[in-house]
């Protein structure tokens, strides 16, 4: 712990290694319905890129699922 009493994280900086929060893990899937993906393209996506399922993405990994797909436009699917 540091001196404000907060776990200190020796793996990443301060707050991005640390587990998803709901609203990342809420939007991730919410932002891939609007693409037309599936849940379980969305769960393959997250294995193939980070080898997890979604809900175990740290707060960096879902920040980059969310910014890829805010980025992806809409001829992209999760089904190739």
Same mark, same amino acid.
């Given at each position: 712990?540091? =001196?404000?009493?907060?776990?200190?994280?020796?793996?990443?900086?301060?707050?991005?290694?640390?587990?998803?929060?709901?609203?990342?893990?809420?939007?991730?899937?919410?932002?891939? =319905?609007? =693409?037309?993906?599936?849940? =379980?393209?969305?769960?393959?996506?997250?294995? @193939?890129?980070?080898? +997890?399922?979604?809900?175990?993405?740290?707060?960096?990994?879902?920040?980059?699922?969310?910014?890829?797909? +805010?980025?992806?436009?809409? @001829?992209?699917?999760?089904?190739?």
């Amino acid at each position: 712990m540091n =001196k404000s009493g907060e776990r200190q994280n020796f793996s990443g900086t301060d707050d991005d290694s640390g587990r998803l929060t709901a609203k990342q893990l809420s939007a991730i899937f919410a932002l891939a =319905k609007a =693409k037309g993906w599936s849940n =379980k393209d969305v769960r393959d996506f997250a294995q @193939e890129m980070f080898g +997890k399922m979604p809900d175990f993405l740290t707060k960096r990994e879902a920040s980059a699922m969310i910014q890829h797909f +805010k980025g992806v436009g809409n @001829e992209a699917s999760g089904t190739d």
